[in-house]
């Protein structure tokens, strides 16, 4: 599973923290890029080179996406990447602790492929992401993306 990149974004260290240790217990030795809020994710993913001829960073093979985040929430980022083309079919995972139906609701509206709900405890947490890698990394089949949209 490691030639391709999982985009993390995540505000809270302690999650990211958390987040990896599971998928290092899981063998899940993919390349992980960590955003810490949503503005940095749609920098990383909307990003030019200096030539502005290219994207300066290749699209990760799925986004695990907090709905919580300082700048630009995650309802936003949802919304702000299914409206470019690069981007509109990029598989992202709303992995998040709201458990509010409202939140769930949009999310889907907005184009989340999956909702998670962080689980509570670590073994519970580390099954989720278990189930996560094997289903978003080895099972599911996604469109080429394109390179770019220049």
């Known amino acids: 599973m490691s030639d391709q990149t999982i985009l993390l974004v995540e ?9 990896m240790r599971a998928l290092d217990k899981n063998n899940i030795s993919n390349r992980i890029i960590v955003c810490p809020d949503g503005a940095a994710a ?18 990760p093979q799925v986004v695990l996406l907090d709905l ?18 690069r981007t509109t079919l990029l598989p992202i995972v ?9 939140d769930m609701v949009e999310s889907y ?3 989340a492929n999956s909702y998670v709900r962080k689980p509570v405890s670590f073994e519970e947490f580390l099954e989720a992401v278990r189930q996560l890698g ?4 080895l099972l599911n089949q996604t469109p080429p993306l394109p390179d770019d949209d220049a």
Request: charged share 35%.
């Open 11 to 19: 505000d809270s260290p302690d999650d990211v923290d958390l987040t």
């Open 42 to 59: 749609l920098e990383y993913l909307h990003d030019r080179s200096p030539d502005g001829a290219r994207y300066a960073n290749p699209l």
């Open 68 to 85: 919580k985040l300082p700048r630009v929430d995650g309802l936003e980022v949802l919304k702000v990447v299914r409206e470019h083309k």
């Open 94 to 102: 709303v992995l998040t602790s709201s458990k509010e139906e409202k």
């Open 109 to 111: 509206s907005l184009g």
């Open 134 to 137: 094997l289903y978003w990394l």
